[in-house]
């Protein structure tokens, strides 16, 4: 019902916010003219159109509206799935989905497989006139056993029987199937069907494994038969598998044919009795015989002696796709790229439903692992844990502290009793082995990465930005850092990465290094390009006026900078996000990336979207911030 009413919305929003774009545009004040940077200010409207676009196209994609408006579509549709998979098999003997008879094309192909070793065999230089003779005539009575098969004179009586067998269960199948209340189902069994289908699910449903942390579905498309169009298609796929493996029992042999291939594998086996294995000749007795069992194991038929189950079969296709009614519809329309497909006694979403997951199941799921009950791996996406002050002191404060001051730490008396001193509880406090009062400290696989990211930014401008102005300014500076950053610029972070996380360790110091380093590149280029692109009449205006050169430096090279300086921040945080998750993926027990890499090897592909949305979300919020100080700081960006 929610993806209904928010499909609805979303598309009269859509059509709502084009008519009013447009009625915009007809009254257009005339002195906005092209090119003014004001034209661009506002727009929320067309933000809706491009955002709802986006989600509509979402939906459809990946099914979500066929869940939305049919839920009972996908289990319908795996039964008829069921039913075209059983009928695949008797449908691939005959040409009905494909060019040729099944007997055919094998014929042919064996033919064709005999003709080759024929012309190597009589082209070769190592074997002699009489083991060319040998194997032709091996070759020949190869071939001849086809005509045996294929011979309608030649057919038993027994197998025409069962020939007609088939063909009579087939037409009382399609007979029955366009009955109204195939499949005879009483109503106990109607109850006890109902209850399987409510204990079973729905499509999609998700569960949570307990102990576990981790968010799986409970099954991908309902196999129980949950309607009656769907217990008919189940009923006529159980009726169709039994007549498929009674045909592939089936086998055309005569009493000729069973004499004749007899024969001929007695002689190839006698003929390699006496030879080496890897003589030339017995190699190519060995694979005659082998087409020779090709054949004789083949559903090789006469001409004509399947058209009645032929017949048989399409009437049956007919009936079936018929019944199907508005599915079919439903699936052509709303499963686009794709359908719901049948793999022996399981049913499964083959297409961009499978690897682009529905917006209900992924934002139930996201849902889910925000609860701190929950999370992902029994961490929390983010959440609120209650930290002793004491254990933030301990992290602060160094240990060598008491280490250096004068005196020895305690030591337990003959009584086992231990008497503190002041070196002691020195010990304890910069170890936070103390109790002092908790406070509220986020933490989960959200602030784990936010934090990286932060602190390698921070770091990268503290140094970045000031190293940056003095190479704008400084001949000597820019002389000798310069080749150092265009050496390691050019080089992506990746390549970087197992080097740091080798020296410096898993945990945060290696991550936040590697982040610190792309960003420090980013962040000295854009200052060093914002201080030396001040015009110089700037400068001489400042130094006429009297100014000192760190007067300059604050009040006219820094503000100059800063449209650079922030340009470069914003640059800094995308390539600081793109790295993180690639390092977290090398190594890591938390954050985003760590969360999308332990999805990726379950195929857990709602929580690898969850993923991309909060890194996307988290991204949004930093170029957000950043485009409001913009527009604070430097207020004159654009207007001359």
């Not at 070793?117 to 040998?134: G, R, V």
């Not at 106990?188 to 409510?198: D, F």
């Not at 009923?235 to 086998?251: G, M, T, V």
């Not at 986020?442 to 000031?466: A, E």
Request: neutral net charge; charged residues 20%.
């Amino acid at each position: 019902m929610l993806t209904q009413i928010v499909t609805f919305l979303i598309f009269f929003a859509v059509v709502g916010c084009i008519l009013y774009g447009r009625r915009l545009i007809r009254t257009e004040k005339v002195d906005a003219v092209f090119g003014n940077p004001e034209r661009a200010r506002g727009g929320t409207h067309w933000v809706i159109v491009g955002s709802s676009f986006l989600l509509l196209v979402w939906l459809y994609y990946s099914w979500d509206i066929a869940k939305g408006f049919y839920p009972k579509s996908a289990n319908e549709l795996c039964q008829v799935a069921k039913v075209n998979d059983s009928l695949l098999g008797l449908k691939y003997q005959f040409p009905i989905e494909e060019r040729q008879f099944k007997s055919t094309s094998q014929i042919k192909k064996e033919n064709k497989n005999l003709q080759i070793i024929l012309d190597e065999i009589q082209n070769s230089n190592e074997l002699n006139s009489q083991q060319k003779i040998i194997l032709a005539n091996f070759i020949n009575k190869t071939n001849q056993l086809i005509p045996l098969l294929t011979n309608e004179d030649l057919l038993e009586i027994d197998t025409r029987q069962k020939i007609d067998d088939i063909t009579g269960r087939i037409n009382l199948l399609t007979e029955n199937f366009q009955k109204p209340d195939y499949p005879f189902e009483s109503e106990q069994e109607y109850n006890e069907r109902q209850k399987a289908v409510s204990e079973e699910g729905g499509w999609g449903i998700v569960k949570v494994s307990a102990g576990t942390g981790s968010i799986e579905n409970t099954i991908e498309v309902p196999l129980i038969p949950a309607t009656d169009r769907g217990l008919r298609f189940h009923a006529a796929a159980q009726e169709l598998n039994l007549i498929s493996d009674d045909f592939f029992k089936l086998r055309n042999h005569n009493p000729q044919f069973k004499e004749k291939i007899k024969e001929l594998k007695d002689e190839i086996k006698s003929y390699r009795k006496d030879l080496d294995s890897e003589d030339l000749s017995s190699t190519y007795a060995k694979n005659i015989v082998k087409i020779a069992r090709r054949i004789e194991f083949a559903s090789i038929y006469p001409p004509n002696a399947l058209d009645k189950m032929q017949n048989a079969i399409i009437k049956f296709d007919v009936a079936q796709k018929e019944a199907q009614g508005g599915l079919r519809f439903i699936d052509i329309f709303l499963f686009p790229a794709g359908t719901i497909i049948a793999s022996g006694p399981s049913c499964s979403e083959q297409g961009s439903g499978r690897w682009l997951p529905k917006p209900s199941d992924t934002f139930n799921k996201f849902a889910l692992m925000l609860k701190p009950s929950v999370g992902y791996k029994d961490i929390p996406l983010l959440w609120i844990d209650m930290v002793d002050v004491s254990k933030m002191i301990g992290f602060i404060l160094p240990d060598w502290i008491a280490d250096i001051l004068p005196g020895e730490y305690p030591v337990h008396t003959k009584d086992g009793i231990v008497k503190q001193n002041f070196k002691g509880y020195v010990l304890k406090v910069v170890t936070g082995d103390f109790e002092l009062f908790k406070i509220p400290v986020p933490y989960g696989h959200i602030w784990d990465s936010f934090m990286r990211v932060f602190l390698g930014l921070v770091f990268g401008i503290l140094i970045g930005v000031p190293l940056g102005l003095f190479m704008g300014l400084n001949r000597f500076a820019k002389g000798f850092f310069d080749p150092l950053i265009e050496l390691y610029r050019p080089v992506p972070p990746l390549a970087w990465a197992p080097l740091i996380i080798s020296v410096l360790g898993i945990d945060n110091t290696g991550k936040v290094f590697l982040l610190f380093m792309v960003s420090l590149s980013i962040m000295i280029i854009s200052a060093r390009a914002g201080a030396s692109g001040t015009q110089l009449s700037k400068i001489h205006a400042a130094h006429s006026l009297g100014a000192s050169k760190k007067q300059i430096l604050r009040y006219v090279i820094f503000p100059n900078s800063l449209p650079e300086i922030l340009t470069g921040i914003r640059v800094a945080v995308g390539m600081c996000w793109g790295t993180l998750v690639a390092a977290e993926f090398l190594a890591g027990t938390t954050g985003i990336g760590f969360v999308e890499n332990v999805a990726k090897k379950y195929f857990q592909y709602e929580v690898i979207w969850i993923t991309i949305f909060i890194m996307g979300m988290l991204g949004l919020l930093f170029d957000v911030t950043l485009r409001k100080i913009i527009d604070k700081t430097i207020p004159w960006r654009g207007k001359g």
